[in-house]
């Protein structure tokens, strides 16, 4: 048996919508919290931001842009099979489009950083 | 052929106040054997105490869905040969997110209460006494509701969706697409009251779109699109309304 | 009704959101090349109008999305129902806000000096 047995893609996409969901959300304290430090206390802001300079927080933020960019498209395309009549072709072509479009901004940030 | 080969089966057994235990049975193994014809040999020939349940064999009745290695299924209608291909054995299980009878048997109750809470009921528009109302076939509306009159209940997409699982509320892919599906009929009279039934907690909107119902329905009808249909539906009454 | 206003909620505050993300993923992409600082950050929105109502409207929306996120998680994966889940829900939302707002404020309050 596997360990998900009743994983398919429809329902891998709901995961991934929830969980990248449930991610950003723990992260928006401590977002928050270190960009607050501009006013209580800008010379730790400054070193929170040191930080981001290794390599390992580095990897961490690809993690949270990828979770964002992930949420965000996982939401366009449900919004979009909840709300546009569309039928099952064009839907299929809407994910397609979506992750074309995931693809070009991972690409993108790849080559930024 | 002299030596005989078996089935490995994992039968889930117990009753509401047990907790489950699983009993182990090795079965004959034949040519276009279906999971119903396994748990059939085992009542028959290991275990005549083995509760399950089933009436039509050919996958028009639904009563004889079970969990077949984690998936909903009409057992009746579902090959040994398929399910079981590099698995050391089959495991069956009662319908999930159900209460449990005995043994393999659910108490389809639950489901059948949503179904009504759901408003699927028909609110006619004429008495008996006027003529019947033509209905136009080709109408995009009569597309939308024939997309869901093949179901006949058997709860498969009820077991298969993790939002039931999760919310004892929610009132499940069969009975939202009996909702949607009366929704659309030219000869229904009370569209808000099936609006106002299906946008209560527990309604169409607590629906993540997993798709499960959809794709493990054994009649391959799309309950998550006729949800979808009842969101929009709600949506564009809420606008009008506040526009 | 209530439960569908709920719903609405939902989905409006994440349209609100989607051009806001696009903005926010395309300056990650922008900012982090070179480096993030403090004065770097600062010099962009301390005193900007503009970006005190961009980010301004991103947090009422972002407090409202992840708090009814959470709320549906809350309820499908810890069991939590009716007040209790519902009063969690409004903590989790005022807390992100009362947080988001105190960052917002603390980027783009006073003029670059």
């Known amino acids: 048996m596997r360990a998900v047995p009743r994983a398919h893609p429809l329902w891998l996409a709901y995961i991934l919508h929830r969980l990248s969901g449930l991610g950003l959300a723990l992260f928006l304290p401590a977002h928050f919290w270190v960009l607050s430090q501009a006013m209580t206390n800008p010379a730790r802001l400054d070193a929170f931001l040191e930080l981001t300079g290794m390599p390992l927080v580095k990897l961490a933020e690809t993690g949270l842009v990828f979770l964002l960019a992930v949420h965000f498209f996982g939401g366009l395309r449900l919004m979009a099979l909840e709300w546009l009549p569309w039928s099952a072709p064009q839907k299929s072509l809407a994910a397609a489009a979506t992750a074309g479009a995931f693809l070009v901004s991972t690409l993108f940030l790849m080559r930024a950083i | 052929m002299t030596e005989e080969t078996t089935i490995k089966v994992r039968v889930q057994r117990g009753t509401a106040d047990d907790t489950p235990r699983f009993d182990r049975f090795e079965v004959p193994a034949h040519d276009s054997q279906t999971v119903l014809d396994v748990v059939s040999w085992i009542q028959q020939h290991a275990d005549p105490g083995l509760t399950y349940r089933f009436a039509c064999r050919v996958g028009m009745c639904g009563s004889c869905a079970m969990m077949v290695n984690g998936v909903p299924r009409w057992t009746c209608r579902t090959h040994v040969r398929k399910v079981l291909g590099d698995a050391a054995e089959i495991e069956i299980r009662p319908l999930r997110n159900l209460p449990v009878i005995k043994d393999l048997a659910a108490d389809l109750d639950p489901f059948f209460d949503k179904w009504v809470a759901a408003e699927g009921r028909h609110h006619p528009t004429r008495t008996r006494h006027d003529p019947i109302a033509p209905v136009d076939p080709g109408s995009a509306e009569r597309a939308q509701a024939s997309a869901g009159i093949e179901c006949i209940n058997c709860a498969v997409c009820y077991a298969a969706c993790d939002t039931v699982t999760g919310n004892p509320d929610y009132l499940g892919p069969a009975a939202l697409q009996r909702a949607w599906t009366l929704f659309n009929d030219a000869k229904e009279a009370d569209r808000d009251a099936i609006l106002d039934a299906v946008t209560g907690p527990g309604g169409c909107t607590s629906c993540h779109s997993m798709g499960s119902c959809t794709a493990y329905c054994p009649n391959d009808l799309d309950p998550m699109s006729a949800i979808a249909g009842l969101k929009r539906a709600a949506a564009r009454r809420y606008f009008r309304k506040a526009g | ?113």
Do not use: C, K, N
């Open chain 3, 1 to 113: 009704m209530r439960e569908f206003h709920l719903y609405m909620a939902q989905r409006l505050s994440a349209l609100v959101m989607a051009p806001f993300v696009l903005v926010h993923l395309g300056l990650i992409i922008y900012a982090i090349q070179g480096g993030l600082s403090a004065a770097e950050i600062l010099g962009r929105t301390q005193g900007s109008v503009f970006w005190f109502l961009f980010y301004g409207m991103f947090v009422v929306a972002v407090s409202i999305h992840a708090a009814l996120g959470l709320r549906t998680i809350l309820g499908e994966w810890a069991g939590l129902r009716g007040r209790a889940l519902d009063a969690t829900a409004a903590v989790i939302g005022l807390g992100l806000f009362a947080m988001g707002a105190h960052a917002v404020y603390a980027v783009t309050a006073g003029g670059p000096a």
